[in-house]
């Protein structure tokens, strides 16, 4: 496994790659859900290139950036015995060589202003900047995403479709842990109690599901009543929406394709989750 952490040098190398090539972004710090992207990009892709970079055009506070873990010599280690080609841990100057003040930027209206892009401004502008940014980068046929951040997965399929990128985006199911909570870097910020009470999120997103199988359709007492489910478990809920899966869009009486999010707060942790469905 190469480890390139320059433009140029990482140019070369992609061009010294044979077939299909796959790109799994990551922030580092990772864990089975991020192993499983790579696993799931070995499979459709001759060559797996994973990047590894902690986006500061993402963050919108600077002591969350500065406190996200960094653990780089562990996620090379396994990154290597999962066999991967390249990895790309480039600098903050190698990826913006300008001030991030007068960067140019990418955005996706309308998808990126609700839900989390609600609660962090200028989140997914980071988020779509930096995986243009990559994606030109190392020109890949394919790239591969977790379907935990949905609302991020649909944000790049758009940008991709509107920018006429030739790139497929594969999304990759959510991993869990064994009582459901969804794996995340961020879990690390729970102390055990915190912990105990994390799964309480994707319980309230599978009774939900339950009462849409069962023929419920009144979208907005479902949501009122699993926030308060969220509250009483002991998390700060953030927000809890059914939308249509294709688009985020407020589901209709009719609608079969949805999809349940939420957000909570837990001590340090910010936990998001969602649950496709498919109804009828």
Do not use: W
Not at 51 to 63: H, L, T
Not at 78 to 98: G, K, N, R, S, W
Not at 116 to 127: I, L, N
Not at 229 to 244: C, H, T
């Amino acid at each position: 496994m190469k480890q390139l952490n320059d433009v140029s040098s990482l140019r070369r190398a992609v061009r010294g790659l044979s077939g299909r090539v796959a790109l799994v972004p990551t922030m580092g710090n990772l864990h089975e859900g991020h192993l499983t992207l790579v696993r799931r990009a070995r499979e459709v892709a001759d060559a797996v290139v994973v990047s590894i970079f902690v986006n500061p055009m993402q963050f919108d506070r600077k002591e969350d950036l500065e406190a996200y873990p960094r653990t780089l010599e562990q996620d090379k280690a396994q990154l290597a015995a999962e066999e991967v080609d390249l990895v790309f841990t480039p600098t903050v100057e190698a990826i913006y060589p300008v001030s991030m003040d007068v960067h140019t930027r990418v955005e996706v209206p309308g998808l990126s202003d609700i839900f989390c892009g609600a609660s962090r401004p200028g989140h997914f502008v980071g988020v779509a900047t930096i995986v243009c940014k990559l994606f030109n980068m190392v020109q890949p046929h394919c790239a591969l995403f977790g379907k935990k951040d949905f609302q991020q997965l649909l944000i790049i399929r758009r940008m991709v479709r509107d920018l006429a990128m030739p790139v497929e985006i594969i999304g990759v199911d959510t991993v869990r842990e064994a009582d459901g909570l969804a794996m995340s870097s961020r879990n690390n910020y729970l102390d055990e109690a915190q912990r105990a009470r994390a799964p309480a999120l994707y319980a309230a997103l599978t009774r939900t599901a339950d009462a849409l199988r069962e023929g419920r359709r009144d979208f907005a007492r479902l949501e009122d009543e699993a926030t308060r489910m969220i509250a009483e478990a002991g998390l700060k809920p953030d927000y809890f929406g059914i939308r249509r899966a294709a688009d985020l869009a407020e589901p209709g009486q009719d609608d079969t394709s949805l999809v349940i999010l939420g957000a909570a707060y837990l001590g340090l942790a910010r936990l998001i989750d969602n649950l496709e469905l498919e109804l009828g």
